[in-house]
Structures are given as C-alpha cells and as structure tokens.
C-alpha cells in the first residue's frame, strides 16, 4: 500500500513547577503507509521533528503494556494500532490515558495503577481452602486473565472510575478474578469477603467499555459478573448493590415484573429509604411514583421454568460469542 499523509494530533502536556498541568494541541504532518503502527509515526515525528515529544514504548509487540494511550477517543496500544484504521478524515488524535496522572505528554504515572492491583494481592497465599487438582474449567478462568499485559487501557476507558476515583477498576479486579479461581488458592472466601466492599466488584456498571478496549481478550467485566456470583453464592449480601441485585433477581422470578415500589425498601433499608424523601416527592409531583400492588406479568410460568433450568445448569456470563476459527 501507498505512503499516504496523516495530521497527528497530539495533546502535548506539561507539570508546572507549581504542579499544574498545562496541555495544549499540537499537529504534525506524517508520510507513512496506512499499516505502519501509531508507534512508528510516533518514532518518526520525534526522530525527525520533535525530539520533545514524550511517550512511553519498549516491546513494539503488544506484549510490555507501556504505548497505551487515548488515539482516535479510544485507548489502545499504539504499537498494536494501524494508522490508517486510528485516522478520522486524515488525522489521527493522540492523548494520555484517561483516568492517571499525567507526568509529561502522553506519558502517565503508573503508580496509582499498580497500587490498585497490590490491594487485591495479586500472588497465591496458603490456606485452608488449598486444592490439589486443577479442573479444565479452572485452567480456562486462570487462563484468560493471565493474558493481561497491564496495559491500563480499560482504567483509561472505564466509566466508573471516571466518576468515581475510589473504584478499583477492572484490571485489579480481573486479576482477583485469577486468584479467586485458581484451585492452589488458600484464601478464595476471604479474598470474596474484600471484593464485597464498597468500590471494589459491586461498584462495576457493567458498561462493557473494559471488554471492548481490551487489547488481550481478558474481558474484565465477565470476571466481575462471575466474582459477583461467587461473593452472592458465599453469603456476602450485606451492601446495597448486592440486596438490588437479589431484590431484583425475587421479583423477577415470581412476577416477571419488577415492584418497585418496594425495591428501595428491599435495596436500603428504612433509614436509607427515609434519606431518599426528596427525590420520592419530586418523582409523586411528577407522577412517576409506582403503583404499591405487585403486577403479574404474562408468561410467567414461562419465565419461571427458564429460572429453574438456570439454576440447575448454571451458566457462567459470556460478554462475547467465542470466536470461530476457520478450518
Ligand atoms: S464494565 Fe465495569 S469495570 Fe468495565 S469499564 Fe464498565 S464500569 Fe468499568
Ligand atoms: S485487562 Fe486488558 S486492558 Fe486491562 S490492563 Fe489487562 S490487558 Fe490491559
Ligand atoms: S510497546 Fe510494548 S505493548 Fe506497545
């Protein structure tokens, strides 16, 4: 294919002494094939027209985690990224990742990021809960989150660490997802009881942002759902997501409707509904207040037999089809 040109451009960022950061845009004009990598443009814009220019590299295979970066709105590893798939009419935007600290253009502290991986301790601890054989279905779980490079693309992307800073954020908690299923494991409930705490697994949204810009296929959000059943099937209900999810999973199977009138009830307790007059008062004024009379919906037998197939073979959550290779 044909040297096409390309406008990149690139947030360039700075601390001030005073520890402000400052951006601006800059852009630069590039010649290269439209299969070349963001990395290699990179690597030709600061070799030949701005040494200044400051991003993280060191494999160039997808394997160290380090060029993620925001390109085109989405973060991804520049070395895995093909210039003319990133290009929107010509230009290709690159910015740090979302979510960090910034420490100088595209280039981010890590630090945070791997302090959230060390609080779910990420190494085996013996214990009481020890197996010896490891089944197929352990092996996969293990398996599929042991690909991840610790890139920090889904942090970057996550919509809930966005909003809320305490959230531990998806890679620690596919990492915990690792430890949780591998059967040499000592302290798999003790590890559950931690991830049931407030911004731990119950803080997810289950946006499937993390599944999408993961550049390894670890889909965090699967590891999430599937912590979820565990922490619920060992007993730890106490927070409120947790009483959400059973309040809505109760109504569901007995009505195939949801009565939520007394889903905040069942979801906070009183005190906690109490604290919530205001807004039930601007939803009555608005006429949004739900009926207190449970509605049956039709079918529900049909419903209700699909409930008892699921729990009789439960399904683990699949966030995406297996991919089908050709023969
Ligand atoms: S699914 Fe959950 S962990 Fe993944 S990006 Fe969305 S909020 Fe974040
Ligand atoms: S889960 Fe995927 S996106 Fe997140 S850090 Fe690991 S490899 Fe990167
Ligand atoms: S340079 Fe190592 S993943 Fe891109």
Redesign the pocket.
């Known amino acids: 294919m044909a040297e096409q040109s390309y406008t990149f451009r690139i947030q360039r960022n700075r601390v001030t002494e005073g520890g402000r950061l400052e951006s601006r845009w800059q852009e630069y004009q590039v010649k290269v094939n439209p299969n070349a990598t963001v990395l290699s443009a990179l690597e030709e814009i600061k070799g030949g027209q701005d040494g200044s220019l400051t991003f993280r590299q060191s494999c160039r295979s997808a394997i160290c985690g380090s060029c993620a970066m925001r390109i085109s709105g989405r973060t991804r590893l520049a070395c895995k990224t093909h210039v003319g798939i990133a290009a929107r009419d010509g230009v290709v935007t690159l910015a740090p990742q979302a979510n960090q600290p910034v420490l100088k253009d595209l280039a981010i502290d890590i630090g945070p990021f791997f302090k959230r991986i060390h609080t779910i301790r990420p190494f085996l601890e013996e214990g009481p809960e020890t197996a010896t054989q490891v089944g197929k279905t352990a092996y996969d779980h293990v398996n599929q989150v042991s690909q991840c490079i610790m890139c920090g693309c889904?942090y970057s992307?996550?919509?809930?660490?966005e909003v809320s800073p305490e959230y531990i954020?998806?890679a620690a908690?596919a990492k915990a997802f690792r430890f949780v299923s591998d059967p040499r494991e000592g302290k798999k409930s003790d590890r559950l009881r931690q991830l049931s705490d407030p911004h731990m697994m119950w803080a997810?949204?289950?946006?499937?942002?993390?599944?999408d810009v993961c550049p390894k296929d670890v889909k965090?959000?699967e590891a999430?759902v599937k912590l979820r059943t565990r922490g619920i099937a060992k007993g730890y209900t106490d927070g409120a997501a947790q009483k959400h999810a059973l309040a809505f999973h109760e109504d569901i199977k007995k009505s195939g409707d949801l009565n939520e009138f007394t889903l905040m009830m069942r979801t906070l307790g009183l005190i906690g509904t109490l604290k919530e007059t205001g807004s039930a008062l601007h939803l009555m004024k608005k006429g949004k207040i739900p009926s207190p009379f449970p509605h049956q919906a039709k079918g529900v037998d049909q419903l209700n037999k699909v409930f008892n197939l699921l729990e009789q073979n439960p399904l683990d959550v699949e966030t995406k089809a297996p991919e089908i290779v050709p023969e």
């Open positions: 889904c992307d996550c919509t809930m660490a954020g998806p908690l997810c949204s289950r946006c499937t942002m993390c599944v965090p959000m999430i």
